[in-house]
């Protein structure tokens, strides 16, 4: 039998090691060892693959994930308890396990990168969004990932996905749209996590676009933060506190000016942040 295979069973272990699920870590343990087996299976082949996950708790998509066949788990945890659990895993992987206790949004990523690298994870829902965030903004693009595997709540998963004109589409879908191919591979019932959420949870799957459009991030998140301030406001009106003059904006992106954010397609946000840069440069030339 595989070592990995023979671990004692994840409610063992929890009840072994006295564990219950922290609120203020955004802690949700999965346990069904078939789910996290389709998660791992979600990504496709992981040979030769180096793979990262965020929020290992006590390790049964990490134990999926080196059953894979992953190269290598590098799991990142800053819970302290589950130490010993970790410690376990890695004895019976052959060292191909190893973990980082961190918080997760301080580490350098990049650094982790190892050959062919994915993400997969079963994220702390209270830090979900800021390191998807972060991963599609931070260093250079096409970026140091392959792709990202991903469980969100079922509402920011459609947030995430959502195409324009749809209800959930907003600053999130402009950006994963622009960087990514993003699609819902499946739902999960809260009944499957302990202790169980309140919401339904998704798997979202996420593959960099190697040619997304160049676009300082920093721009398109002020020309979304304008744009989706106020969602009932026409575009018109809500661009107003980018600071310049809007006519100009519009007339160079060919917004009548009575459209609101939700039905633009995410190229016209693009086509915004671009003329925003040259308006900004010429005011700055101005000024000078």
């Known amino acids: 039998m595989n070592k990995i295979d023979a671990l004692p069973p994840l409610r063992e272990i929890i009840s072994e090691h006295g564990l219950n699920a922290r609120k203020e870590l955004g802690q949700n343990f999965l346990l069904d060892l078939n789910l996290t087996d389709r998660i791992a299976r979600t990504s496709g082949d992981l040979s030769g693959v180096t793979v990262i996950e965020v929020g290992p708790g006590p390790g049964g998509l990490t134990r999926s994930l080196l059953l894979a066949g992953a190269k290598k788990v590098i799991a990142i945890e800053r819970d302290q308890r589950l130490l010993p659990i970790l410690q376990q895993i890695r004895e019976a992987s052959e060292g191909r396990l190893e973990f980082i206790m961190a918080d997760a949004l301080e580490v350098n990523y990049l650094e982790l990168a190892d050959g062919p690298t994915r993400i997969i994870a079963n994220l702390p829902y209270n830090i979900a969004t ?17 792709s990202l595997t991903l469980l969100f709540q079922k509402e920011v998963a459609q947030r995430i996905c959502a195409p324009a004109g749809s209800k959930p589409f907003g600053r999130l879908g402009v950006l994963c749209g622009w960087r990514t191919n993003a699609n819902i591979a499946f739902d999960i019932n809260a009944s499957a996590f302990t202790p169980p959420p309140k919401v339904t949870s998704s798997l979202v799957h996420m593959e960099p676009k190697s040619d997304a459009r160049a676009i300082e991030v920093a721009l398109l998140e002020d020309v979304t933060r304008a744009a989706f301030g106020q969602r009932r406001k026409m575009i018109r009106q809500s661009l107003k506190s980018l600071g310049v003059p809007v006519d100009d904006l519009l007339a160079a992106t060919g917004l009548i000016g009575t459209e609101r954010a939700e039905v633009l397609p995410i190229s016209t946000f693009l086509d915004i942040a671009e003329h925003l840069k040259k308006v900004r440069a010429g005011a700055d030339q101005d000024q000078s």
């Open 130 to 146: 800021p390191l998807l965030s972060n991963w599609l903004t931070k260093g250079d693009w096409p970026p140091f990932f392959q």
